[in-house]
């Protein structure tokens, strides 16, 4: 069994048998997050999506502290090396195994700016492969087509993260056809209320998501789904 915790906005902490894996670790400054990065102790692995300070977060802190080994892009993976982290590079199209599990970097339309401005690389989602089930974080991005060639390549998937907020990536009528494209067991929504730019109801997304045949569920920070 894999289960997924979310920590709010994109920060999810998947946990499989033995190992367990932290994505876009933004805690500090996120007043709808229910832990700080001071709770983990025992990590494997801290996915990065893409530079923005809502992704990165506190994974150099909770990398420094856990040992985890941070996986992202080159630039990324770069900068937290330069910050003593261990770190393992890929980029868009490439995936790797890991003692945690597989990851594979996609594509995502975005940007990818560090916190001094600087730039680092391209933006990209996720599939992560552990225990068996395939976990589809989108990272940031707008809708597009090729969604359907990751489901294709990768799938099928068990879960599917997507952000929904608007503004700065998809908003809900874009992010229910990026499910329809994606066409995971279960669709999750993240990226949404944290900030004003971003207050959009969740709920629509799950009901249109539901109507189109498709299981969504709305996860808030502390919850769990598990895969079975
Ligand atoms: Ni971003
Ligand atoms: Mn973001």
């Known amino acids: 069994m894999v289960k997924m915790t979310f920590h709010g906005h994109s920060c999810w902490e998947i946990q499989g048998s033995s190992h367990r894996v932290l994505i876009d670790p933004f805690l500090t400054g ?124 990768n799938g099928p998937l068990d879960a599917a993260l997507l952000p929904i907020g608007d503004n700065f990536t998809m908003g809900i009528a874009d992010a229910v056809k990026a499910a329809e494209f994606v066409d995971a067991k279960v669709t999750i929504p993240m990226h949404y209320k944290t900030f004003p730019y971003i207050e959009v109801d969740p709920n629509e997304f799950i009901e249109k998501v539901n109507a189109g045949g498709r299981k969504a569920v709305l996860i808030g920070p502390g919850e769990s789904y598990e895969l079975a």
Do not use: Q
């Not at 590079?89 to 490439?94: K, R, S």
């Not at 970097?105 to 395939?134: C, F, Q, R, Y």
């Open 30 to 153: 996120n007043e709808l997050a229910d832990v700080g990065p001071g709770v983990f102790d025992k990590l494997d692995g801290i996915i990065i999506t893409h530079g923005h300070g809502d992704h990165i977060g506190d994974g150099v802190e909770i990398a420094k502290k856990t040992g985890a080994l941070v996986v992202s892009n080159f630039e990324i993976a770069n900068y937290f090396g330069e910050k003593g982290c261990t770190s393992h590079p890929l980029h868009i199209g490439g995936g790797a195994g890991f003692p945690f599990g597989h990851v594979k970097l996609t594509i995502a339309h975005h940007g990818s700016t560090g916190p001094g401005g600087e730039s680092l690389g391209s933006p990209a989602g996720v599939v992560l492969t552990i225990d068996g089930k395939k976990i589809y974080h989108a990272g940031d991005t707008g809708l597009f087509l090729d969604m359907k060639l990751i489901a294709e390549m």
